[in-house]
Nanobody, 119 residues
Framework: QVQLAESGGGLVQAGDSLRLSCAASGRTSSPNRMGWLRQAPGKEREFVAD????????FYADSVKGRFTISRDNAKNTVYLQMNNLKPEDTAVYYC????????????WGQGTQVTVSS
């Protein structure tokens, strides 16, 4: 099976930038798509961004458009999330997710990495 490992979270000030990475390991084929979701305490899980593996089509939540950029390295089965101009409302645990089935939903999840943005 596939294991996803996120890294790159931390504590930053408003206006700073962070780059998250998520590496998929294991003997696998390429994913259909990989993405990022986030969840703050007491809040619903929120879609952030994802990217298709073939073609590299990207999709973003309105709240992060223009500030976040998702990208991938096909050879390494790794997805990245460049987060610029971070705001306190971006504070959350960020989860990497992958769809290896092509059914329209994610079937693998990482353990999450904490992003905290102070004002």
């Amino acid at each position: 099976q596939v294991q996803l490992a996120e890294s790159g979270g931390g504590l930053v000030q408003a206006g700073d930038s962070l780059r998250l990475s998520c590496a998929a390991s294991g003997r696998t084929s390429s994913p259909n798509r990989m993405g990022w979701l986030r969840q703050a305490p007491g809040k619903e899980r929120e879609f952030v961004a994802d990217i298709t593996w073939n073609g590299g089509s990207t999709f973003y939540a309105d709240s992060v458009k223009g500030r976040f950029t998702i990208s991938r390295d096909n050879a390494k089965n790794t997805v990245y999330l460049q987060m610029n101009n971070l705001k306190p409302e971006d504070t959350a645990v960020y989860y990497c997710a992958a769809d290896f089935r092509g059914y329209g939903s994610y079937n693998y999840w990482g353990q999450g990495t904490q992003v905290t943005v102070s004002s």
